[in-house]
């Protein structure tokens, strides 16, 4: 399994986490970061391109490669991520969600695993309500 992140470090407790809880093989070697720092006065769009292109992907790996993604935090961004990776895969990822809290010891933030998300379930399901 291949982690995707758009995002704050993968850490190796995050890692663990994974394995523990959700029985999925992942390690260090699993995870590509790319650094989403982009220029908010410009268009997101092309930027965005830049971003999933820094992955190293062609088409045929998006749609066979198993994959979960960690979107940036800005809802701009994350939003038109999704959607490129969606154009190169044929679907939407499924995301791997973080949430921060505070470390009792350090007192700084750090991030642990919440759950994984299948945003493809979430909108079929939203299809069949009224």
Known sequence: MKIVNFSHAVSLEQIAQL???FDLEVTVENVIGVKTDLD???PLGPQVVTLVDAVGW???DWETTPA???LPSHPDIAVLVAAEIEGRSGHLPDVLRRKPVKDE???MTRFEVVEITNPYAHRNEARRRD
Do not use: D, F, P, T
């Open 58 to 60: 062609g088409r045929a």
């Open 40 to 42: 908010l006065a410009q």
């Open 19 to 21: 394995r523990e809880n």
């Open 105 to 107: 010891k350090s007192g």
């Open 68 to 70: 979960l993604v960690i």
